[in-house]
């Protein structure tokens, strides 16, 4: 510990920690979508959406597991030091991310059954 640091109540040091590793796991399963999507026969989706859709999952899955150990060090951190702890800056841009992945897949799965 530094001078300036104390330490906090350890249900929030554990509550912080289990928030990384449920980050850590939403990119393992991101990531698990990405290469099932990837790996899906030729004719069930378009071929460039099936790939753009893969791609934007293990996007989304790097950007989880990549910004999990900040995000975990900047609250603790904060916890240690008594201040604020920092907003859930990406929070927004999975929320969409993932949005955007299940309506288009949604499309991808609804349009050809009514073309049909």
Known sequence: MRGNENEPDPRFVLANER?????????LALSA???????????????????????????LSALAAGSAYPRWRHIDRALREDRALPPPALAPMFGYGVAGVALLALLLILVPRVLA
């Open 19 to 27: 928030t990384f590793l449920t980050w850590i796991s939403t990119a």
């Open 33 to 59: 979508g990405g290469i099932a999507m990837a790996v899906v026969p030729e004719g069930v989706f378009v071929p460039w959406v099936r790939t753009l859709l893969a791609v934007v999952l293990v996007l």
